[in-house]
């Protein structure tokens, strides 16, 4: 778990700093998670990538279109300074309930932005029942 400073600012961890310099010259982009409790992060390449995809949705279909607002409406950017900080924007932190305590996700080419407590109880539901009612087929065939 990490911790916002005063101001709002993230730490990213020094794992990811070199590759997200290399990315994405350090340019991320911040936006909310479809289900409105976490932010996604992005590096910019990934994020333009994505948003390409989104634009794609009808503006005449409502869920589409409501989408299309909330992925691409709410994005904003973000550099990662000289200390590998970056500065959350106050109105998505606001918007989800971000505040101090905070978890930092790495979801393949994203990380999703939790507050600490909302991922505690987003991992209890997280979990698969024994009896398979819950597992999709391709899930069933995967041996890990």
């Known amino acids: 778990m990490l911790a916002l400073d005063a101001k709002g600012r993230l730490s ?3 794992r990811y700093r070199a590759e997200l310099e290399e990315q994405s010259k350090g340019r991320l982009v911040v936006t ?20 390409h ?8 279909e409502p869920s589409e ?20 900080r ?11 309930g971000v505040e101090k305590q905070v978890a930092l996700v790495g979801m393949t080419n994203k990380f999703e932005l939790w507050d600490e407590d909302a991922w505690l109880q987003q991992q209890r539901g997280l979990y698969i029942s024994d009896d398979g009612a819950a597992v999709s087929e391709r899930l069933k065939g995967l041996s890990i």
């Open 32 to 51: 909310v998670q479809r289900h409105g409790k976490s932010l996604l992060i992005y590096p910019e390449p990934d994020f333009e990538e994505a948003a």
């Open 86 to 96: 970056v500065l959350v924007p106050p109105v998505l932190r606001t918007l989800v």
């Open 12 to 14: 990213i961890p020094a």
């Open 53 to 60: 995809e989104v634009r794609k949705l009808s503006d005449f």
């Open 65 to 84: 279109q409501r989408f299309k607002y909330l992925f691409i409406g709410h994005a904003m950017d973000m550099d990662i300074d000289s200390n590998g």
